[in-house]
């Protein structure tokens, strides 16, 4: 069964820095571009940052680029996301997901995580 | 960067009604659209992927259609466990993908 288990979430002060991490189970980790959402209180979705199943290449958002580093540990199949300068616009509700992949070719997201909050504010 | 108009915004429907919701792309996405359902408190989840293909174990009440720019989501007879937010996403532009704003399906 694949899992998703985002952790890391919590209270920060603008300008501060958080490390979110996405534990993956279930599946082989490394065969999958692995991405971050999020999600503002009461907002839609926003995509945040993707990174290729090696590892290498890494895709930004224009509202986080420079300031959030997205990279993966495949041997522990783990994701991570670096947040650094925080702003107040950046509170949301996180989400690792999973690409879905099917006859050699890759669609969109079949698993997502539950999330993890982020709250930026003095 | 490619912008998705999801309408009505707000669709109020009662059980046993057809729902009929709308995304609409500022430029051509082929077919590379998907839909998902989001409750409260829940991640999204999948239901249609590439505009038409239904993902694995959602009911067949649930229907998508469309290709280009105009595309539709079709929830034959709603369930009481149907009423939720929905959003469209593209990825026609990958890995640079957008959601649409939602379309929240209420009770009437």
């Known amino acids: 069964e694949v899992q998703l288990l985002e952790s890391g979430g919590g209270l920060e002060q603008p300008g501060g820095s958080l490390r979110l991490s996405c534990a993956a189970s279930?599946?082989?980790?490394?065969?999958?571009?692995m991405t971050w959402v999020r999600q503002a209180p009461g907002k839609g979705l926003e995509w945040v940052a993707t990174v290729t199943g090696s590892g290498v290449t890494k895709y930004y958002a224009d509202s986080v680029k420079g300031r959030f580093t997205i990279s993966r540990d495949n041997s522990k199949n783990n994701l991570f996301l670096q947040m650094n300068s925080l702003r107040a616009e950046d509170t949301a509700v996180y989400y690792c997901?999973?690409?879905?992949?099917?006859?050699?070719?890759?669609?969109?997201?079949?698993?997502w995580g539950h999330g993890t909050l982020v709250t930026v504010s003095s | 960067e490619i912008v998705l108009t999801q309408s009505p915004a707000t669709l109020s429907l009662s059980p046993g009604e057809r729902a009929t919701l709308s995304c609409r792309a500022s430029?051509?996405?082929?077919?590379?659209l998907a839909w998902y359902q989001q409750k409260p408190g829940q991640a999204p989840r999948l239901l249609i992927y590439d505009a038409s293909n239904m993902a694995t174990g959602i009911p067949a009440r649930f229907s998508g259609s469309g290709s280009g720019t105009d595309f539709i989501l079709t929830i034959s007879s709603l369930e009481p466990e149907d009423f939720a937010v929905y959003y469209c996403?593209?990825?026609?532009?990958?890995?640079?993908?957008?959601f649409g704003q939602g379309t929240r399906l209420e009770i009437k």
């Open positions: 430029q051509n996405v082929n077919s590379y």
């Open positions: 279930g599946f082989t980790f490394s065969a999958y571009d």
């Open positions: 997901a999973k690409r879905f992949c099917a006859g050699g070719v890759c669609h969109s997201f079949d698993y």
């Open positions: 996403q593209q990825r026609s532009t990958w890995p640079r993908i957008t």
